[in-house]
């Protein structure tokens, strides 16, 4: 979500089905007649391992759903209205499914953005009263918004899921982002927050739609996130500038070769011929893009065999691959991964999502989270200024109801 749109994030505990039962009666007092009537729904964030600015060009990403997630606790209603509280910061958010409006430059527009986009897609919705709770950093790289699209995608839809595929919803919430919020980003995050598997990463090729989970080395390793503590003032501009650049890129070589229709159809073999045809900006996006692929499959192959030192090196070109070509690494990024390298223990280390600040993601031998953790402390609020947060993150399921 946007930093504009932000409520904080939650103790793990104000999540629990309990605790967020007796919020829902704080604020909707008429949730307490009938407590059976009382829902409850989650979406998990997400990081990306590898493949990065890949998904908008068809070609291949391997994230993982995390347990850092948003919850909306409420009750179905049959008046079409859909009226939520966020439980950071107290504000009452409210639309009109049958008159949903233009988006506002607020939360909300995720949640009115998924009712635009599920009635689009044909699937029935109802009116709501509810509260929502998360523990998931906004505006971080941790893809808040599109864990706010799935859980309100599972609250409106009148039977669960929409009655459609994860995939197909995890597409339906892509559709709010592009066509209403106005974000013109690719499926990946979506995909994960509706796809995720516990324990494991998740690969996509974005063009067959093909998916499956990836085993990660949990028993001796584990995912931590930490976060630059900068905030992401660019992204979404230039985002969109990357993703032209691509499509410009890709449309120069297909107007030579018709089998060219996005970055996905470009082997290494095509690149000395794109570099004669497009300027050294886009030529070197480009290159990003096509080797990216390749460092996405070398990573699964990597990973089945458990060869930690290879995920390493795929991380760390990738990691270069961003900064140098494709400059979406800010130099708290840099610093961040050039740090946790240092540690021993560190098996892999790289930015994740798009970039221009936000998170990186490593690879950590269990019994060297403390060292990460003491050297980030030690290294990087005094070379930039500024306080760094280290998550230590579980591969969660997608998208769905929360019982009990
Ligand atoms: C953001 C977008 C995704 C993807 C990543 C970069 O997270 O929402 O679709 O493009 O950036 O890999």
Redesign the pocket.
């Known amino acids: 979500m946007r930093a504009s749109a932000r409520p904080t994030a939650a103790e793990p505990t104000d999540l629990a089905p309990a605790a967020m039962r007796s919020s829902l009666v704080a604020v909707e007092p008429r949730a307490a007649a009938d407590p059976g009537a009382i829902r409850i729904v989650r979406a998990p964030g997400r990081v ?1 391992l590898i ?6 060009n068809l070609g291949l ?1 391997l994230p993982a759903a995390i347990d850092l997630e948003i919850r909306i606790a409420f009750v179905p209603t049959d008046d079409r209205r859909v009226e939520l509280v966020s439980g950071a910061t107290g504000e009452r958010a409210r639309f009109d499914l049958d008159a949903i409006g233009r988006a506002r430059g607020a939360w909300i527009d995720y949640v009115a953005g998924t009712a635009w986009a599920l009635a689009e897609a044909g699937v029935a919705t109802r009116g709501l009263r509810g509260i929502v709770v998360s523990s998931l950093p906004t505006a971080s ?1 941790l ?1 808040s918004s ?1 864990a706010m699209e799935l859980a309100s995608a599972w609250a409106l839809a009148d039977v669960p899921g929409g009655g459609i595929s994860p995939l197909a919803l995890a597409r339906v919430c892509q559709r709010a982002e592009n066509g209403y919020v106005g ?1 013109n ?5 979506q995909f994960a927050s509706a796809c995720g598997v516990a324990g494991a990463a998740v690969f996509l090729d974005c063009r067959s739609l093909d998916f499956g989970p990836v085993a990660l080395p949990l028993a001796t390793h584990t995912l931590v996130v930490i976060h630059t503590g900068s905030t992401r003032s660019l992204t979404t501009s230039q ?1 969109n500038v990357r993703r032209a650049q691509c499509e410009a890129a890709a449309a120069a070589l297909g107007a030579e070769d018709p089998g060219i229709r996005s970055l996905r159809d470009v082997t290494p073999v095509m690149l000395p011929r794109m570099r004669e045809l497009v300027d050294d900006a886009a030529y070197r996006r480009c290159r990003h893009v096509v080797t990216e692929n390749g460092r996405v499959r070398e990573t699964i192959e990597a990973l089945a065999a458990g060869d930690l030192p290879a995920v390493g090196r795929l991380w760390a070109a990738s990691h270069a691959s961003l900064r140098d070509d494709f400059e979406v690494v800010s130099p708290e990024l840099d610093a961040l991964v050039e740090i946790a390298t240092a540690v021993p223990g560190v098996a892999a280390a790289r930015m994740t ?2 970039g221009f600040g936000g998170c990186t993601i490593n690879l950590v031998a269990r019994d060297a989270v403390g060292r990460l953790r003491a050297a980030v402390a030690a290294g990087y609020p005094a070379r930039t200024g500024l306080v760094p947060r280290v998550y230590a993150v579980d591969a969660a399921a997608g998208a769905g109801v929360v019982r009990g």
């Open positions: 990306n493949g990065e600015h890949t998904d908008y990403v790289g893809s599109a974000v980003c690719g499926l990946m995050d985002y999502g798009a």
